[in-house]
């Protein structure tokens, strides 16, 4: 970030001072600027590029302690030399000093000392300047560490990554890496406070050791921004693990000091949240896979009814979640559940498997609704004590659409009868409490008519009742798609965020007005 000779502002009313004091620092190979008065000093100052001043005591227009005081009100950073043929004494010496100036020569001046303590001075504030970089960008660091480690996704941490660096570096920034799955993107943003986007590139890591490597580079290697004019671009590269692809980032070679130790250490900390969010990724994808695995396969098809499921795992959740349905024809009738277990782990997950099979199997010995979820309820406070749950449990009579219902703390189950929506109440206390339960309610699903079970997943939000989620849904559900899984779907679209936080389960059926068509014609 240094280079070129130092510019001083040499200003003195004197013609031949001025002229003496800018041939001594021109041979020293300083570059050089004049101005005559305090007026035209400021004004220089505020337009020019200058590193230090070298300004005379007695001006014209001005003092010269009133010029240094207001360079130093508007730059406190620019170095300040007094120099004087008539304001010798301590009194004004001190007063110089007193109100900003870094140094004060009295004449005669000898040429080595103005040249001296010109780099004296410049060596402190270049110093200075470095150590208020380093603490400004070592800042930055700490900033973007925690942004790219608390981004809930891969993209989203790139972006943090790119616009970190776009802050700290002040300039472009790319951040280039591959995903668990082998896709190579990159979060490129064009300057700080710019918003990051993201796009797919490739980026040849053959010979990348393992560690910290730091390069020059061109920067059409790297066109996913428009660089300086005329500059450069410097690759920080970090490959935390032989059998892992490099993160790269890459910011104007302009941007950089000796060393490049803050780029090396954003690589280091970029490479390091993208290598956890590769394991959570990957960890999710077999957390996905063991939970699919304990729901049921497949749907059954039953005549005269269409049915529908979708199931949505958190997208911010590595464990396993208790939800659970179940779908299956004992008997003439259908059993149709759903449920939730407390907890996101895999031992909510393994409750979530015993409450299903244990559904199951005391539906197979005959047991309505109700009494299912009592010999259930025992089994709980039995063998899992500590445990809670919910579940909407209901058996239908397909001919007749005859339904008996039981639920334990459940959300009410939802029904759609030629556009009118009602909740089917059945207050009743959680799997996992003793408590008196209520007796099953009985009714008939018209034909015609769709009902509908979710878990809380569906219409849950932190920011909002939920009374208002229930009446979201009512409002999404008055039209039931032709297309039974479309309409599950569209219920997920509407009501469900982007970035799911807790499971949601979504279970239809509609029983088919007499010689109707199903969904899938």
Request: charged letters at 20%; hydrophobic letters at 45%.
């Amino acid at each position: 970030m240094e280079g070129g000779p130092a510019t001083v502002l040499v200003v003195d009313d004197s013609r031949t001072k001025r002229y003496l004091l800018v041939s001594w620092l021109s041979r020293a190979g300083f570059a050089t600027l004049e101005a005559e008065t305090g007026g035209e000093a400021l004004a220089r100052v505020g337009v020019d590029q200058i590193d230090l001043v070298v300004l005379d005591v007695r001006l014209p227009d001005l003092m010269g302690f009133d010029v240094c005081e207001r360079i130093k009100k508007a730059h406190p950073a620019m170095p300040v030399i007094h120099v004087s043929a008539h304001a010798v004494d301590v009194a004004d010496r001190a007063q110089g000093l007193t109100r900003g100036a870094d140094a004060y020569l009295a004449e005669p001046i000898e040429p080595e000392e103005l040249v001296a303590t010109a780099h004296a001075v410049l060596r402190y504030y270049r110093a200075r300047q470095r150590a208020e970089l380093l603490a400004e960008r070592l800042t930055g660091l700490a900033e973007t560490t925690v942004a790219v480690h608390a981004a809930p996704n891969f993209p989203r941490l790139l972006k943090a990554a790119a616009a970190g660096a776009a802050r700290i570096f002040k300039g472009p920034a790319v951040v280039v890496a591959e995903t668990f799955d082998g896709d190579c993107i990159a979060g490129v943003c064009v300057g700080p406070g710019d918003e990051p986007r993201i796009v797919p590139w490739v980026v040849d890591d053959t010979g990348v050791p393992t560690g910290s490597t730091v390069w020059v580079d061109d920067p059409g290697n790297w066109g996913l921004a428009d660089w300086p004019d005329g500059d450069r671009v410097t690759v920080g590269a970090a490959k935390l693990r032989e059998d892992r692809a490099p993160l790269y980032v890459v910011v104007p070679t302009s941007t950089q000091t000796a060393g490049t130790p803050v780029l090396v250490q954003v690589a280091q900390a970029v490479a390091a949240a993208v290598e956890a969010q590769r394991s959570f990724d990957e960890e999710h994808r077999i957390a996905v896979t063991l939970q699919r695995s304990l729901l049921p396969r497949r749907i059954p098809e039953i005549a005269g009814l269409d049915l529908a499921v979708r199931y949505e795992p958190a997208s911010v959740q590595t464990e396993v979640g208790g939800d659970f349905y179940e779908l299956v024809m004992l008997d003439g009738h259908l059993l149709m559940a759903i449920g939730d277990v407390a907890g996101h782990s895999l031992h909510a997950a393994t409750v979530m498997a015993e409450l299903r099979h244990a559904v199951r199997a005391y539906a197979v010995e005959g047991h309505q609704p109700g009494a299912i979820l009592h010999r259930v309820n025992e089994l709980m406070l039995t063998l899992l004590p500590n445990e809670l749950a919910t579940i909407c449990l209901l058996m239908l009579e397909p001919n007749s659409g005859q339904v008996r219902l039981a639920s334990a703390g459940h959300l009410p189950a939802l029904i759609n009868l030629n556009g009118t929506v009602e909740y089917v109440q059945h207050s009743a206390p959680l799997l996992g409490v003793r408590a008196k339960r209520p007796d099953d309610l009985e009714f008939v699903l018209p034909a015609g008519a769709t009902l509908v079970l979710y878990t809380d997943g569906l219409i849950e939000r932190r920011d909002t009742t939920i009374d208002e989620g229930l009446a979201a849904l009512a409002g999404c559900a008055e039209v039931v798609d032709a297309d039974l899984d479309a309409f599950c779907q569209r219920l997920l679209v509407e009501l469900a965020p982007t970035e799911i936080s807790d499971d949601v389960a979504v279970v239809a059926l509609r029983r088919r007005p007499p010689g109707g068509p199903s969904s899938s014609d």
